[in-house]
């Protein structure tokens, strides 16, 4: 049973104009998430987190938007660019449960198009 | 970017052969992780270390054994290599208080 689903295995997106990647989950006990960035043939590179006390971090063009009661959280990228295109894995851990690992979602492929 | 790299980057073996994945890194690091990333399933974790020694089982963990002898390197060993087995393996280190793993370059493993 996947407890963080990301159900859009792609989307595209014209260059200048906002890219919005979705993440629900399922387990009420994560407590901090996390949003990492894969190019192909490299390991993912972390981007963007929030903890459950926050309903938004933001870093540079990069936002993050949390909605504890739906379950939900949001990247938002503002602008998109071309280098932006990648796969984006959402990711969720329970701090309290004694060890940092993380539970990922199956990731969205981003197409920036020029 | 994290002190992380993985070895051999490519590998090429036979069913039934054992094959061992190393991870280095020079950030001591408590935690070190192994995963598992295939198409439509994302990234798995295979099993994790949280100190020399101490190690523990993931979501993916039949086929594999882990060893951490030395805080700097986690070996991932496939006792005898299966075409399942066939995918790209990543290596991910965190410091507990920060919570956030970060990556090594992955190893790309194909069992013939």
């Known amino acids: 049973d996947q407890q963080v689903k990301q159900n859009s295995p792609s989307l595209s997106v014209q260059e200048g104009r906002i890219s919005i990647l979705n993440c629900d989950y399922t387990n009420s006990m994560f407590d901090y998430f996390l949003w990492y960035k894969k190019y192909p043939a490299e390991g993912p590179t972390f981007l963007i987190s929030i903890s459950s006390i926050k309903d938004k971090n933001e870093d540079g063009r990069f936002t993050v938007f949390l909605n504890k009661s739906a379950k939900h959280l949001s990247l938002h990228i503002v602008p998109s660019q071309p280098g932006d295109s990648a796969v984006y894995f959402c990711?969720?851990?329970?701090?309290?449960?004694?060890?940092?690992?993380?539970?990922f979602g199956k990731g969205t492929m981003l197409l920036v198009s020029p | 970017d994290a002190g992380i790299t993985q070895s051999p980057r490519h590998k090429v073996t036979e069913t039934g052969t054992p094959v061992t994945l190393r991870c280095h890194q020079t950030e001591n690091h408590r935690y070190m992780y192994w995963y598992r990333q295939d198409p439509g399933h994302g990234l798995r974790l295979i099993h994790y270390s949280y100190g020399v020694k101490d190690t523990d089982k993931g979501e993916v963990s039949d086929g594999y054994s882990v060893s951490r002898s030395k805080t700097e390197d986690f070996l991932l060993t496939l006792e005898s290599a299966t075409s399942s087995q066939t995918s790209v393996y990543f290596c991910?280190?965190?410091?507990?208080?920060?919570?956030?793993?970060?990556f090594g370059p992955g190893t790309r493993l194909l069992v013939l």
């Open positions: 990711a969720a851990s329970e701090r309290n449960s004694g060890y940092s690992t993380l539970t």
């Open positions: 991910a280190i965190s410091d507990r208080e920060q919570e956030t793993q970060y």
